[in-house]
């Protein structure tokens, strides 16, 4: 039997999202899981149905890694992100624009793949010679993703972009994709899916969640390491987003089935939100 009151709970949230924009960076085991994968899926679904235009903005590191790995190419870092010379970045952007996003396409029925090059949706320049073709965002033109809303359509953004200060496209960080693309957008919410709870005092330990971050805090909990390695840049993108005018951001755990309907239509909310 259906639980009414469930029903009852989700419909002020389902006003306050309705006709908004929410941007969401897809990423981790949600997206390689195949349960998850169908979690996330039927979730967008639902919320389009419901008349919440949502983004979804995506990376595919193990993808390209194993392509490297089939081109017997080694895939190299610096500081967390891949060093893309010329031939690593035409193999991402044959993973990213072309097999990933496609294969997420194809799973919604009102899904439509764009990449960040399209439009000139993203336009960027080098973020540092030594990683080649990394970019830093200049602009986002988010005229193509507006396009997609009239129709009805739900848009699936690979992260590359279009570069400004040379010919070619750029290898971009998926989260600052989304970050950047959800400011464009006035976005009401950005949720950043992770394998990970939230941001946690002992990452070591779920039950220390940090339901809620003030930006003021941020500086501190750098200084405790608290935030450290890869939740850096996450935190980064979230706290230029706050200050930029989206309203709420939140980092939750993509590991948790229906964990956006959960987020975004329950008083029980998941992760952490920055604010």
């Known amino acids: 039997m ?3 009151n469930v029903l009852v709970e989700a419909l002020p ?3 306050e999202y309705t006709n908004q924009i929410v941007v969401v960076k897809y990423g981790g085991n949600a997206m390689i899981d195949e349960q998850l994968k169908a979690a996330v899926i039927k979730d967008v679904t639902l919320l389009n149905l419901l008349g919440v235009h949502v983004v979804l903005v995506h990376g595919g590191g193990p993808e390209i890694n194993e392509m490297l790995e089939k081109t017997n190419k ?9 060093i893309t010379d010329d031939e690593t970045m035409d193999i991402v952007q044959m993973v990213l624009c072309g097999k990933v996003n496609k294969n997420l396409v194809n799973l919604l029925d009102r899904g439509i793949g764009l990449s960040g090059v399209d439009g000139s949706l993203f336009e960027a320049s080098c973020l540092d010679s030594d990683l080649v073709n990394v970019g830093k965002i200049e602009k986002v033109n988010p005229q193509i993703i ?9 848009p699936v953004v690979s992260s590359v972009a279009k570069a400004i200060d040379k010919q070619g496209t750029y290898n971009i960080n998926a989260d600052l994709a989304a970050s950047e693309l959800a400011i464009a957008l006035h976005a009401k919410k950005l949720i950043l899916l992770t394998d990970v709870k939230g941001l946690m005092k002992d990452p070591k330990d779920e039950s220390t969640l940090m339901e809620r971050v003030k930006v003021s805090q941020i500086p501190l909990l750098k200084k405790e390491k608290v935030i450290t390695g890869g ?14 005018g989206v309203e709420s951001v939140n980092i939750q755990d993509g590991r948790v089935m229906h964990s956006l309907l959960v ?13």
Do not use: W
């Open 146 to 154: 507006l396009d997609t809303f009239e129709k009805g359509y739900i």
């Open 263 to 275: 987020e975004l239509l329950s008083n029980q909310g998941v992760g952490t939100l920055i604010e």
């Open 231 to 244: 939740m850096i840049p996450k935190i980064e993108c979230c706290i230029k987003a706050v200050r930029e």
């Open 74 to 82: 080694e895939s190299k870092f610096l500081n967390g992100l891949r």
């Open 2 to 4: 259906i639980d009414a």
């Open 13 to 15: 949230y389902v006003k």
